[in-house]
């Protein structure tokens, strides 16, 4: 029996998101939410972060502004949104239709011993995304509001932004390259083609 | 009144043209993005770039974001541009760590304060650390002090970057910019 009050499960999280992924774009920021997605599978749409943080979400829009036809998904954790949380702005102001940005919200900092983050005092990371102006902007606790969550990302019709409560659980890491150089090449041949290697 | 408005142009500083020369070469450089936060001596390149309809002109909370975005226009296969004041690097040093690790190009047009000229304080210790702080992160330096170096200086940097896939920074000196004294301007 599954109790409806429980906590996500981050991988059973990701998993969903990245069901049927057709040719959907991902940056994954560092720590967990990387060996998350990479643990989905690893895959040259996949560009996960070893460090930088901070850098998901903006990487997200340049990919987005860059990519305007391939939707883009940002899967990160509350303490890597937080470090850049003025991104939010940026990112609402540009109004990218094909950018969607999915805060994993442990409600701590797990990489590092699992500190507790400012959401886990309730800052509200939805209502700050509200605020700044992104419409579809949600806290999600259910299975059933990630899929959603999913298909959004696949619409492409305005920027989303969810901030998803899950378990403080620590897994077992699977890990992608670590080589930045591997890491780019690939995504940018796998996005753009061969010529990609030629310039 | 022929006489008065000659008598003014003559008055006014001529309007330096660098700005004018760097958006061309960064036009022909294939720019798209231009990330910023704005700083006075990039005033005239901002306005040519928001009235461009080819390019994107993103106005950053931080500067370190537009290392970010940048990386990200390079995953997709655009090209950009990151404009700040030198005060903005100090914002980016670990951010660099991304377009440094992955050999991603980087051009950045930084406008020096706290070099030449200063009259604010506060503006020297960020201003002097500029160049060190960059090359130690592993970003490649070009300096320009000349006005007639500026669009040269800025053409050689988006070649270093864009075809060798490297951090670049091109610090546009106050002897460029001119310095300002906000203390002159107190009194009058
Ligand atoms: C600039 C910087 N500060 C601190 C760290 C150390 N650090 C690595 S991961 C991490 C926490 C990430 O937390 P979160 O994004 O919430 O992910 P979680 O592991 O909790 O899912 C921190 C603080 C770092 N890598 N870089």
């Known amino acids: 029996m599954s109790n409806p009050n429980a906590l996500l499960h981050r991988r059973d999280v990701v998993n969903e998101l990245l069901r049927d992924r057709a040719d959907l774009l991902v940056i994954a920021g560092l720590g967990a939410p990387n060996w998350d997605v990479s643990a989905a599978g690893d895959h040259p749409n996949n560009f996960p972060l070893w460090g930088a943080m901070g850098a998901a979400s903006m990487i997200g829009l340049g990919l987005a502004l860059a990519q305007p036809k391939r939707k883009v998904l940002v899967i990160t954790g509350d303490g890597e949104m937080l470090m850049n949380i003025g991104s939010l702005a940026t990112i609402a102001v540009e109004a990218p239709k094909n950018l969607t940005i999915a805060v994993l919200d442990n409600e701590r900092f797990g990489e590092t011993g699992m500190q507790k983050t400012p959401t886990a005092s309730g800052v509200d990371l939805a209502a700050i995304a509200t605020a700044c102006g992104i419409r579809t902007s949600r806290i999600v606790r259910t299975m059933a509001e990630v899929t959603e969550l999913r298909d959004l990302a696949h619409e492409g019709r305005g920027t989303v932004f969810a901030q998803i409560k899950i378990n403080p659980e620590a897994l077992v890491f699977v890990m992608p390259p670590a080589d930045g150089v591997i890491l780019t090449t690939r995504f940018r041949q796998s996005v753009l083609g061969d010529e990609a290697l030629y310039n | ?188």
Not at chain 2, 93 to 121: A, K
Not at chain 2, 132 to 139: D, H, K, N, Y
């Open chain 2, 1 to 188: 009144m022929a006489e008065a408005a000659k008598s003014r142009a003559e008055a006014a500083p001529a309007l330096p043209t660098w700005p004018d020369e760097i958006y061309r070469v960064l036009k022909d450089a294939g720019i798209r993005q231009v990330a910023m936060v704005p700083d006075a001596g990039h005033s005239r390149l901002i306005r040519s770039f928001e009235a461009d309809p080819e390019t994107r002109v993103v106005t950053l909370t931080t500067e370190e974001e537009g290392v970010a975005m940048l990386a990200g226009a390079w995953l997709g296969g655009e090209r950009g541009v990151l404009l700040l004041q030198s005060s903005g690097v100090g914002n980016c040093i670990n951010m660099l760590s991304l377009p440094v690790i992955c050999h991603m190009p980087l051009l950045m047009i930084v406008t020096m304060r706290g070099d030449w000229g200063e009259f604010n304080p506060w503006q020297i210790p960020m201003g002097q650390g500029t160049r060190p702080s960059l090359e130690a992160m592993g970003v490649i330096v070009n300096k320009v002090d000349e006005p007639d170096l500026v669009a040269s200086t800025v053409q050689g940097a988006a070649n270093l970057a864009f075809n060798t896939w490297k951090p670049v920074a091109v610090l546009v000196g106050q002897r460029v910019l001119g310095a300002k004294n906000f203390k002159e301007l107190a009194r009058k």
